[in-house]
């Protein structure tokens, strides 16, 4: 009987074939549309280490890669794409590191492959889709689609309050326990939250953000209509609301106040900023809804969870301290990658230990499985984008100040609640404004020298 998972395999296998047919633009396109749609889809190889090989972000990643072998290497051997190479390599060293310090990893070549292809490799996937402007109009133009789809289906979960489309997903047997009855996990909580095509409803949000910004970022490039510009802010805006994650909404303000002062000039973003404050103020003072997402955004910084669920700030100390407690005598490497889903129990979603919880920071888990070196490893890989990016704004403003918000994005976001789901499509979206950044500095160096040539 057919039913939903094998529609899925259906549209997976085909969207492989995809890879290998269809041009370098749309796999890119692919890729994005992916990230927000069928990121959670898992097809059931089984057990083992064919399992991780299972995933729909491991999929089509390793597709592109195998179908543009030949101009990955290319591309890595070029020194003027130095900071690629760079990023690549730390993120190499941090991917060893990891395999040494575990001792249940095994020979890791199952790791390195995803770890390096799915993750270090995804800013080069732009620089090997990109070649000219109309391509980069094709890429923005399918992840619309995207963004219709993932939005629709969040207005479904908004109005039937189950996500039908999530239980689809996973009909699959792979997927792992605690992912169980997902589509309905938030029907009856406290505070009722919207998740869209994700399992979860922070990754809802952070996709939202995320797209956002880079519709916005393509608005102000002249990649994107402003009736697209208009359709994507209210698709997105939807979803930072109502998936009902005090995360996400603090994300979105500081993010967004930060990219619209840093990007303009000062008429500019003082426009914005005004513009934005009106909205907020006649928002919650004359719609109610909106006036309970600021009371909600507040109760983040109580020192207790009394009267909201959720985090709070005697949680999250209680949560350091019991970190501390796990790595004492193993500071520098902590207790091994997978430490905490396999050991503790999280992937089963039967805790060991309950004050844990959901180690609610990237920095805490990122601390209990790799210590204090693997800690600066992962901090050092942000950092490292972001000095990169603060650098090149000089020549390419509004590119390098997007690319700092993004990885702002994912570093803020990482350390109120998790990194989660947020790297993949983080990554892949960063490679875009590198490869702006790179080719416009050089545009604008080029000037600089035939200017110099003229004056002599």
């Given at each position: 009987m057919f039913d939903m998972h094998s529609f899925f395999v259906i549209i997976l296998l085909l969207l492989c074939i995809a890879?290998?047919?269809?041009?370098?633009p749309t796999k890119m396109g692919i890729l994005l549309v992916a990230g927000i749609c069928i990121y959670e889809y898992h097809l059931n190889l089984g057990s083992g280490a064919m399992k991780d090989f299972g995933k729909c972000i491991t999929i089509l990643p390793l597709c592109f890669f195998v179908s543009e072998f030949n101009s990955f290497i290319h591309l890595i051997k070029k020194r003027s794409y130095s900071i690629l190479n760079i990023f690549l390599l730390v993120?190499?060293?941090?991917?060893?590191?990891?395999?040494?310090?575990?001792?249940?990893?095994?020979?890791?070549?199952?790791?390195i492959l995803i770890s390096i292809v799915c993750r270090y490799l995804l800013p080069f996937f732009a620089f090997i889709s990109i070649r000219k402007k109309m391509d980069v109009y094709k890429i923005y133009r399918i992840t619309f689609c995207g963004v219709i789809l993932m939005t629709f289906f969040g207005i479904i979960n908004f109005i039937s309050k189950h996500s039908v489309y999530v239980d689809w997903l996973?009909?699959?047997?792979?997927?792992?326990?605690?992912?169980s009855g997902a589509g309905s996990r938030?029907?009856?909580?406290?505070?009722?939250?919207?998740?869209?095509?994700?399992?979860?409803?922070?990754?809802?949000?952070y996709a939202c953000i995320s797209i956002l910004l880079f519709y916005w970022y393509g608005y102000v490039n002249k990649n994107v209509t402003y009736y697209q510009m208009i359709i994507v802010a209210g698709c997105t805006i939807f979803g930072i609301v109502s998936c009902n994650c005090r995360t996400v909404l603090l994300c979105s303000i500081i993010i967004l106040l930060f990219f619209a002062i840093f990007s303009f000039k000062s008429s500019q973003y003082l426009k914005y900023i005004f513009a934005l404050f009106c909205c907020l103020?006649?928002?919650?003072?004359?719609?109610?809804?909106?006036?309970?997402?600021?009371?909600?955004?507040?109760?983040?910084?109580?020192?207790?969870?009394?009267?909201?669920s959720g985090s709070s700030i005697n949680l999250r100390m209680i949560?350091?301290?019991?970190?501390?407690?796990?790595?004492?005598g193993k500071e520098l490497t902590g207790c091994g990658l997978g430490y905490f889903s396999r050991n503790l129990g999280f992937a089963k979603g039967t805790m060991v230990d309950n004050s844990l919880g959901g180690l609610e920071g990237s920095y805490l888990q990122t601390l209990l499985e790799t210590g204090i070196i693997g800690t600066i490893f992962y901090f050092g890989i942000i950092g490292l984008m972001l000095a990169w990016a603060w650098k090149k704004r000089k020549c390419q403003r509004v590119s390098s100040v997007f690319l700092f918000s993004l990885f702002s994005l994912f570093l803020l976001y990482g350390l109120l609640t998790g990194e989660l789901r947020s790297a993949y499509i983080t990554f892949l979206l960063s490679g875009i404004a590198i490869y702006d950044i790179l080719i416009g500095c050089n545009r604008e160096r080029?000037?600089?020298?035939?200017?110099?040539?003229?004056?002599?």
């Open positions: 890879m290998f047919l269809v041009s370098r993120g190499s060293l941090y991917v060893f590191y990891n395999i040494l310090i575990s001792p249940n990893m095994g020979t890791g070549i199952k790791y996973l009909e699959s047997e792979s997927v792992l326990d605690y992912l938030f029907e009856y909580q406290e505070r009722f939250r919207v998740h869209g095509t994700f399992s979860n409803p922070f990754d809802y949000g103020f006649v928002g919650v003072n004359f719609v109610p809804y909106l006036s309970e997402k600021m009371f909600l955004l507040t109760t983040m910084f109580d020192t207790d969870s009394q009267g909201v949560q350091i301290t019991s970190v501390f407690r796990y790595i004492d080029l000037k600089l020298e035939r200017y110099k040539k003229e004056q002599e």
